[in-house]
């Protein structure tokens, strides 16, 4: 009798909205001008710490980068490594997690390229490039959740293409109990693009309804205020939970500068 007063208490339990973001937060270059990172990094942390993210999918992440946005997170942990080593050297495509809400049961990080397990280029990309991935468990309601964030390289047209199938591929042989997944990146692709069309053939595009018309269709800046060919190339894709909002955020410094070269994209789920 009491376990089954406890199965239908789970059942009874509404989903708690989640709230997940894509964010490339542009690399440490020191050749950044006014737009370096110490003069971007504190309106990127107040951002992520006052939207209160379930999930946040950030990309160009470097070592110092890291440790600085996990020393102001303090409500959140992550799970990453760095591309040119599997540890520290290199960017990271790192998730961050709310660990007050959320247990990571397990992760890795696969190479885009015909040898994923190993640190590797793949095909004409110009360069190393990820995907990390982890299977989470919400602490209060057991309901589990695979999250996935990758960038794609820039150059490689192959490549591109190839990291779509090999994406698609690592969430089908590895979600076999169907649990809901979230997909978030830089992908450096149109959504008008070859990979992304058949990676929406599987998975739901958080902002698959904005046309170029719309003032916050655009997610690349380079810095810049005024974009003469606006593109989507920033994405949260889903599968198997229902989406109750999306948008791309206009966020700046104290400067009312660009936070990034990016703008954040949002999506809530239920």
């Given at each position: 009798m009491v376990v089954r007063l406890i199965i239908l208490y789970l059942l009874l339990i509404p989903n708690r909205e989640i709230k997940v973001l894509?964010?490339?937060?542009?690399?440490?270059?020191?050749?950044?001008?006014?737009?370096?990172?110490?003069?971007?990094?504190?309106?990127?942390v107040d951002f992520i710490n006052h939207e209160d993210f379930d999930f946040a999918g950030l990309q160009e992440v470097t070592?110092?980068?890291?440790q600085y946005i996990e020393d102001?997170?303090?409500?959140?942990?992550?799970?990453?490594?760095?591309?040119?080593d599997g540890k520290q050297k290199g960017e990271f495509a790192p998730i961050f997690y709310n660990k007050n809400r959320y247990k990571l049961i397990?992760?890795?990080?696969?190479?885009?390229?015909?040898?994923?397990?190993?640190?590797?280029?793949?095909?004409?990309?110009?360069?190393?490039?990820?995907?990390?991935?982890?299977l989470f468990e919400d602490k209060?309601?057991?309901?589990?959740?695979?999250?996935?964030?990758?960038?794609?390289?820039?150059?490689?047209?192959?490549?591109?293409?190839?990291?779509?199938?090999?994406?698609?591929?690592y969430v089908n042989s590895l979600n076999e109990n169907n649990f809901p997944v979230f997909i978030t990146g830089d992908f450096n692709l149109?959504?008008?693009s070859d990979p992304i069309i058949l990676i929406q053939?599987?998975?739901d595009d958080s902002n698959i309804n904005l046309n170029k018309e719309d003032k916050l269709y655009n997610t690349f800046t380079g810095f810049k205020n005024d974009v003469i060919n606006p593109r989507r190339i920033d994405y949260i894709f889903y599968y198997n939970i229902d989406m109750v909002s999306s948008t791309h955020v206009h966020l700046k410094t104290e400067g009312k500068r660009w936070a990034s070269d990016h703008h954040p994209v949002i999506a809530i789920f239920n």
């Amino acid at each position: 009798m009491v376990v089954r007063l406890i199965i239908l208490y789970l059942l009874l339990i509404p989903n708690r909205e989640i709230k997940v973001l894509s964010y490339n937060i542009r690399y440490n270059n020191p050749n950044d001008g006014k737009d370096i990172w110490d003069n971007r990094k504190e309106s990127i942390v107040d951002f992520i710490n006052h939207e209160d993210f379930d999930f946040a999918g950030l990309q160009e992440v470097t070592f110092s980068q890291l440790q600085y946005i996990e020393d102001k997170l303090v409500n959140y942990s992550y799970h990453g490594v760095g591309r040119d080593d599997g540890k520290q050297k290199g960017e990271f495509a790192p998730i961050f997690y709310n660990k007050n809400r959320y247990k990571l049961i397990s992760g890795n990080t696969f190479w885009l390229s015909d040898t994923p397990s190993i640190i590797s280029v793949g095909w004409d990309a110009s360069m190393e490039r990820i995907c990390t991935y982890a299977l989470f468990e919400d602490k209060k309601s057991k309901r589990k959740f695979y999250v996935f964030n990758t960038h794609f390289d820039h150059i490689g047209v192959i490549a591109r293409k190839k990291s779509a199938q090999l994406i698609i591929d690592y969430v089908n042989s590895l979600n076999e109990n169907n649990f809901p997944v979230f997909i978030t990146g830089d992908f450096n692709l149109n959504d008008d693009s070859d990979p992304i069309i058949l990676i929406q053939k599987t998975f739901d595009d958080s902002n698959i309804n904005l046309n170029k018309e719309d003032k916050l269709y655009n997610t690349f800046t380079g810095f810049k205020n005024d974009v003469i060919n606006p593109r989507r190339i920033d994405y949260i894709f889903y599968y198997n939970i229902d989406m109750v909002s999306s948008t791309h955020v206009h966020l700046k410094t104290e400067g009312k500068r660009w936070a990034s070269d990016h703008h954040p994209v949002i999506a809530i789920f239920n």
